[in-house]
């Protein structure tokens, strides 16, 4: 499946796991809702997104502080980011 011009994924309130070794890319992607999903770290797949305007990832049982390469990700299109719902304890 060749998914290369996806635009919007939205999986939320599915119990889905997201392995940190997958190195899935999706250069077109602008809105990703995670939202209630069981997820407890961020995913990974967000190294490698660029346009991003829409994360939600609210919600889910992510622990302890936002990763490094999280505050670091260059996403200058970013308008929304909702992590409520969490446990997180900063940067």
Same mark, same amino acid.
């Given at each position: 499946?060749?998914? &290369?011009?996806?635009?919007?994924?939205?999986? %939320? %309130?599915?119990?889905? &796991?997201?392995?940190?070794?997958?190195? @899935? &890319?999706?250069? =077109?992607?602008? @809105?990703?809702?995670?939202? %209630? #999903?069981?997820?407890?770290?961020?995913? #990974?797949?967000? &190294?490698?997104?660029?346009?991003?305007? =829409?994360?939600? @990832?609210?919600?889910?049982?992510?622990?302890?502080?936002?990763?490094?390469?999280? %505050?670091?990700?260059? =996403?200058?299109?970013?308008?929304?980011?909702?992590?409520?719902?969490?446990?997180?304890?900063? @940067?």
């Amino acid at each position: 499946m060749n998914l &290369t011009n996806l635009y919007r994924l939205d999986l %939320s %309130s599915n119990n889905i &796991t997201v392995d940190a070794g997958t190195s @899935i &890319t999706f250069p =077109c992607l602008a @809105i990703l809702d995670l939202s %209630s #999903c069981e997820l407890k770290n961020f995913p #990974c797949l967000l &190294t490698n997104v660029k346009n991003l305007s =829409c994360l939600d @990832i609210s919600n889910n049982k992510i622990r302890g502080q936002i990763p490094k390469w999280f %505050s670091n990700m260059r =996403c200058d299109a970013l308008r929304f980011l909702n992590l409520s719902y969490n446990s997180l304890k900063g @940067i």
